[in-house]
T-cell receptor, first 114, second 114 residues
Framework: DGGITQSPKYLFRKEGQNVTLSCEQNLNHDAMYWYRQDPGQGLRLIYYSQIVNDFQKGDIAEGYSVSREKKESFPLTVTSAQKNPTAFYLC?????????????FGQGTRLTVV | GQQLNQSPQSMFIQEGEDVSMNCTSSSIFNTWLWYKQDPGEGPVLLIALYKAGELTSNGRLTAQFGITRKDSFLNISASIPSDVGIYFCAGQLYYGGSQGNLIFGKGTKLSVKP
């Protein structure tokens, strides 16, 4: 079955450490996105990538980094520079270049800094 | 950045009641999407709207794309306990052969009346 897979589901990190969240899709979608979700805040865009080897900052990119070396993969690194990293992180993808624009989401990764 | 105003923020439902929520924007959108998110999971697409004035149903759910292209509403008829969750609207502007980023509302949380 096609879909988006995020791993791990839960992640704990010590302060000062970098951590990488995985996102893989087999939908053959061109565009991929990372969102951060905090209670009462809705979804806020961190980074997005429309094609391989290219990505753009979203609204809250500070303290995060991404790479897009393969079409199906878009890992997110939460660096030690991110001041408040505890949140629920969602990865999504869309089929770029078509009129239809539904975003499909992964199951999310809950990151907790301890 | 652009913002969507989603209301109400939360509401309690009793089984069998109809539910209504809406989103408004200061910007014009070409696409409106409605998602539902269960606790600890990623959002799942419920309804997609692509044309001003469009009225679309998905089972007990009905959504409309406002004529002004700045608003949308979602109705749930004869609610059942599994309708509880957080409902998000999202708007997207399509321009120049490329999709703009999705802008999300802050969500409407549906809970069961005690």
């Amino acid at each position: 079955d096609g879909g988006i897979t995020q791993s791990p589901k839960y992640l704990f990190r010590k302060e000062g450490q970098n951590v990488t969240l995985s996102c893989e899709q087999n939908l053959n979608h061109d565009a991929m996105y990372w969102y951060r979700q905090d209670p009462g805040q809705g979804l806020r865009l961190i980074y997005y990538s429309q094609i391989v080897n290219d990505f753009q900052k979203g609204d809250i990119a500070e303290g995060y980094s991404v790479s897009r070396e393969k079409k199906e993969s878009f890992p997110l690194t939460v660096t030690s520079a991110q001041k408040n990293p505890t949140a629920f992180y969602l990865c999504a993808s869309t089929l770029e270049g078509r009129w239809t624009s539904e975003a499909f989401f992964g199951q999310g990764t809950r990151l907790t800094v301890v | 950045g652009q913002q969507l105003n989603q209301s109400p923020q939360s509401m309690f439902i009793q089984e069998g009641e109809d539910v209504s929520m809406n989103c408004t924007s200061s910007s014009i959108f070409n696409t409106w999407l409605w998602y539902k998110q269960d606790p600890g999971e990623g959002p799942v697409l419920l309804i997609a709207l692509y044309k001003a004035g469009e009225l679309t149903s998905n089972g007990r759910l009905t959504a409309q794309f406002g004529i002004t292209r700045k608003d949308s509403f979602l109705n749930i008829s004869a609610s059942i306990p599994s309708d509880v969750g957080i409902y998000f609207c999202a708007g997207q502007l399509y321009y120049g052969g490329s999709q703009g980023n999705l802008i999300f509302g802050k969500g409407t949380k549906l809970s069961v009346k005690p």
